[in-house]
Structures are given as structure tokens and as C-alpha cells.
């Protein structure tokens, strides 16, 4: 390490001899001693570190470009120094019977579709007649016990009450014929009546006749009742409907088997979807794209070499920041802090001083070498600087502006003062 001291301007001096005056003058005359002078000047004084180190990109500004798939290379679109963005396509390799399998999949695919959607139409109509049948069958059932119940309890009150009522008006409308038909058949013998009037009469008391009859039949099955052979025919009636409902009900396992066709065809579209998703997955693998944006280096392959998923087809590497990274003595590094400022060379820019900010310092000395590993990062908007470079730096510990400076051939060290 190089310090710069601060020390006062030197007066001219000479130095002259004396002479007595008793003395020869030449022999006693000192010689004059010379002595240069300079101004003390005040200028900008910096503590630094000297030391060598070498440029790297950062940990997640490399990545080495690999295939997903194993192939021949069909195409290189890039050369080593060509600036990639991120997801750019560097190499394409070939398909070989990967395009014929995507098409033979998606008719694969396509007739799945079909299938599932068939399984769903046999599945809803299955459904839907299923419950009609049961709806229906219900609605007999309940119409087939409204009979049994009312052939079991019998005639009502109230039908008996009407069935006595037409037997009383059917009284009535036969007493008024036979009355007409008596004095029809009066004025007929006394040769005031035609004979048409005469049969007119004689038919009105038959049909007046007619329905009396019919309504005191049916007054008296009224109040008889249901006869058994009635009662076990409306008993069968309604076991019938119930058996008709079972049957109805026992489709449901016909329209189960039908879901289980849906959920089938279901899983075979899906299975075919996630192989046609592979076949498009490996498609697109192999189209080899950048990770990240930055330049390409140390390209390896060219068109129909075979390459496998180990194999790599160059490295992509973000130079617009980089790494210097520098070995301190381990004796110097308690005066290095992070974020202090590096100014360093590098070949090929001579003169050209550039800068960069520490950003890690290591607290593992190196045995081999007794130095200590700092990392600094600097700024690469232009691509000057270059991966693996070596650079020589100067890690600025202090800096005084405007401090009292003097030659360092006018410092004198003694004793350590």
C-alpha cells in the first residue's frame, strides 16, 4: 500500500561557512551546499489499495444454452458476439417423426371429443326419459289408489242422495206420460185424437217407463256398493302401477351406466389432450432459446451434429454489468468496506480508467496466496469490457479533497515519525 503524507514547504536554505579572522580564507571556507525548493500545493489526496483482479459476469447473467431434447441440430440462427434477447431463438433441431405424431394425435384427440360428446346426448336423453317414466308411473300409482280406496269404501252419501233424487224425478216424468198417455187413449176412442198423437203418447210413457227403471237400478247399485270382484280388480290396478314405478326406477341404473360412459370418455379426452400437450411440449423444445438477454460465446456445434440433453450449443452471457474481482492482502482487508469505490485498467483501453463499487468482501483468507476475495461490480452499458479480462486496481480507502500536499523526496522517516 502506497500513503500519501502531508508535510510543510521547505524554506531555501544555505549553508554558509564563517570565516575567522585570524584564518587563512581559502583554507577555511566551507563549500555551498545546493538544496531544491518547492511549494507546499493543495490538490485532491486519496489512501488506496493496489492490487490485480480479473472480470466475470454475474452469477445470474451466464447460463449455458442446453436442448430440452435429445436430436440433431438442424439450423444455427446465431454466431459467437451476436447480442440475444431473452427467449430468441438460437438453434432449431430436427422434428424427425414428431410432426407426424401430432398429426396422428390429433385425430387421436379429435375423435375423443367426438366420443365424449355422443356419451353426453346418450346420457341426458337417458336422463331425461328416465324421469319421465318415473313421473309418470308415480302419477298412476296415485290415481290407481284413489280408485282401490274409493271401491274399498263404498258409495258416498251424496251419491246416494243423487241417485235417490233421479229416481224421484224419473217418477215424476213417468206419472206425467202415463197420465197423457190415459187421456190420449180417451179422445183416440172417442175419434178426437189421431192416431200419431195417440202413438207419440204411448212412446213418451215407454221412455218415462225406461228411466225409471234405470234409475232405481242405479239407486240400488248406489247403495250396494262395489261388488268384490270390483274391488280386487282395482287392488290389481293399483300393484300394476307399482310394478310400473320399480321399472321405472330401476332405468336410473341404465342412466348410471350411461354417466359411467361420460366419466370414461372424459378420462380417454383427457389422457389424449396430455399427450398431445407432451408431442407440443417436445415440439417446441426443440427450438433452443436464450434464458436471458446478453451476448453469445463459445458456440460449439454446428448444423447436423447430434446432441443430447447434456450437450450445450454455447453460452449466453449479460455483459452490461460484470464482477471484478480482486485479491486484498490479508493484512490490508480490515481497511476494506463495501461500497467503496475501484478505479482499474484493463488491456486494450489504455489510459482508459474505469469504475466500479465493491459489493462483497470475503472474510476467508486464501492459504495459497494470504489474500482475501472482493467482489466489485461495474457498469458495461457498452459491451467495452470483456468476460475474463485482467484488470489492474486501485481500491480507494480515503479521499481528501483539496488536502496540503508536498514532494515525497521532502519526507523524512524516522523511528516511524
Known amino acids: 500500500m502506497k500513503r500519501i503524507l502531508i508535510c510543510l514547504s521547505l524554506l531555501p536554505i544555505a549553508i554558509v561557512g564563517c570565516k575567522k579572522a585570524d584564518a587563512p580564507a581559502e583554507e577555511d571556507v566551507k563549500a555551498v551546499v545546493q538544496v531544491n525548493t518547492a511549494k507546499a500545493t493543495r ?107 274409493k271401491a274399498l269404501s263404498g258409495s258416498r252419501p251424496q251419491e246416494i242422495a243423487q241417485a235417490q233424487a233421479a229416481v224421484t224425478s224419473a217418477a215424476a216424468s213417468l206419472e206425467t206420460a202415463q197420465q197423457s198417455l190415459t187421456r190420449s187413449q180417451t179422445l183416440f176412442s172417442e175419434g178426437l185424437l189421431a192416431r200419431k198423437d195417440l202413438e207419440a203418447a204411448q212412446a213418451q210413457q215407454r221412455t218415462g217407463q225406461a228411466q225409471y227403471d234405470s234409475a232405481l237400478q242405479a239407486l240400488s247399485l248406489v247403495k250396494q256398493g262395489n261388488r268384490p270382484q270390483d274391488i280386487e280388480a282395482a287392488k290389481i290396478a293399483v300393484r300394476q302401477a307399482q310394478d310400473q314405478l320399480h321399472a321405472a326406477r330401476e332405468q336410473e341404473l341404465q342412466t348410471e351406466s350411461k354417466a359411467q360412459d361420460v366419466r370414461i370418455a372424459m378420462q380417454t379426452l383427457a389422457a389424449a389432450g396430455g399427450t398431445m400437450q407432451s408431442l407440443r411440449a417436445q415440439l417446441a423444445g426443440l427450438t433452443i432459446r436464450a434464458p436471458l438477454a446478453g451476448t453469445v460465446v463459445g458456440r460449439t456445434v454446428n448444423p447436423g451434429e447430434f446432441m443430447d440433453t447434456t450437450g450445450s450449443v454455447g453460452s449466453v452471457v449479460d455483459l452490461r454489468r460484470l464482477r471484478v474481482i480482486m485479491g486484498v492482502p490479508a493484512g490490508q482487508i480490515r481497511d476494506v468496506r463495501v461500497g467503496q469505490s475501484v478505479e482499474f485498467t484493463v488491456e486494450g483501453h489504455a489510459g482508459r480508467i474505469f469504475r466500479a463499487n465493491i459489493s462483497v468482501v470475503n472474510s476467508m483468507i486464501d492459504p495459497a496466496t494470504n489474500t482475501v476475495s472482493v467482489e466489485a461490480i461495474a457498469n458495461n452499458p457498452n459491451g467495452e469490457l470483456e468476460d475474463d479480462g485482467f484488470a489492474k486496481a486501485s481500491i480507494i480507502l480515503q479521499s481528501r479533497p483539496r488536502g496540503l500536499s508536498v514532494p515525497s523526496e521532502a519526507v523524512v522517516d524516522k523511528d516511524g515519525k
Not at 54 to 64: Q, V
Not at 69 to 77: C, E, T, Y
Not at 118 to 133: D, L, P, W
Open 43 to 149: 490538490s485532491d489526496l486519496r489512501e488506496t489499495i493496489t492490487v490485480s483482479g480479473t472480470l466475470t459476469p454475474l452469477p445470474d447473467a451466464e447460463a449455458k444454452v442446453a436442448p430440452l431434447v435429445a436430436g440433431r441440430i438442424q439450423k444455427m440462427l446465431v454466431k459467437s458476439g451476436d447480442h440475444v434477447q431473452k427467449g430468441q431463438a438460437l438453434a432449431i433441431m430436427d422434428p424427425g417423426p414428431l410432426e407426424g405424431q401430432i398429426r396422428q394425435q390429433e385425430a387421436t384427440l379429435h375423435g375423443s371429443e367426438e366420443s365424449l360428446k355422443q356419451a353426453q346426448i346418450n346420457y341426458k336423453s337417458q336422463k331425461s326419459t328416465q324421469r319421465s317414466g318415473v313421473t309418470q308411473a308415480e302419477q298412476n300409482v296415485r290415481a290407481q289408489q284413489v280408485a282401490y280406496d
